[in-house]
Nanobody, 124 residues
Framework: QVQLVESGGGLVQAGGSLRLSCAAS????????MGWFRQAPGKEREFVAA????????YYADSVKGRFTISRDNAKNTVYLQMNSLKPEDTAVYYC?????????????????WGQGTQVTVSS
């Protein structure tokens, strides 16, 4: 069982930056691939970024490529999402998720555990 707790969300102006963190419990964190997803009001949850168990591979949605960076620290059981050049359309609840498969996945059904989410609001 893995429990995930996101933090770091908030209100920021367009062009600003935020860093989200996702702290995981459990001894097997380092074997999980991790992903970030987001969900805006009235929209489906969408993939943002993912990182393999080792951190050696990453993948991004086209909408955030070049602006967001996913990373992980297995010693701290934490995954991060650095978000730069934020836009109003990035406003959403951001969720981290853990995939026991260990490799990168973009679809929600591959992920086994989810955090409760953290709100990110970007004002224009």
């Amino acid at each position: 069982q893995v429990q995930l707790v996101e933090s770091g969300g908030g209100l920021v102006q367009a062009g600003g930056s935020l860093r989200l963190s996702c702290a995981a419990s459990g001894r097997t964190f380092s074997s999980y691939a991790m992903g970030w997803f987001r969900q805006a009001p009235g929209k489906e949850r969408e993939f943002v970024a993912a990182i393999s168990w080792s951190g050696g591979n990453t993948y991004y949605a086209d909408s955030v490529k070049g602006r967001f960076t996913i990373s992980r620290d297995n010693a701290k059981n934490t995954v991060y999402l650095q978000m730069n050049s934020l836009k109003p359309e990035d406003t959403a609840v951001y969720y981290c998720a853990a995939d026991q498969g260990g490799t990168i996945a973009t679809m929600t059904y591959f992920y086994d555990y989810w955090g409760q989410g953290t709100q990110v609001t970007v004002s224009s």
